[in-house]
């Protein structure tokens, strides 16, 4: 029989990864502001640019949706890691015998 179960310190790796991902995406929402702010700036009156607060709004609000998101993946990698290694550890004893109360080998 294949053995079947979660590696939990992995998980916690890949968790901390998220994390610092979801910690590297702070702010960019804030500079994309900045930036399409500035160009506008630059674009008004001529040539005259339309559009430009819209293509921003939508973009920023993207950003800040993908940061967000970022840490809720990184949370719920954590959590479900330790629910895993909580089930385990509540459940270790009687995955050592089998039904009929003999031990299973190699456990």
């Known amino acids: 029989m294949p053995d079947i179960g979660a590696d939990v310190p992995s ?9 610092s991902i979801a910690e590297d995406l ?3 929402g804030t500079d994309f502001e900045n930036a399409y702010t500035s160009a506008d700036g630059i674009l008004k009156g001529s040539p005259e640019v339309n559009g430009m607060n819209e293509f921003g709004e939508e973009y920023e609000s993207f ?14 990698i954590y959590s479900s890691a330790s629910e895993i290694g909580n089930t385990d550890t509540e459940n270790s004893e009687n995955l050592r015998y ?9 456990f």
């Not at 089998?98 to 190699?106: A, L, Q, R, S, W």
Request: aromatic share 0%.
């Open 98 to 106: 089998n039904p009929d109360g003999t031990p299973i080998p190699n």
């Open 26 to 28: 702070k702010g960019v």
């Open 11 to 19: 998980s916690q790796s890949g968790a901390d990864n998220a994390l």
């Open 63 to 76: 950003i800040k949706t993908v940061q967000n998101e970022a840490v809720v993946i990184s949370d719920n």
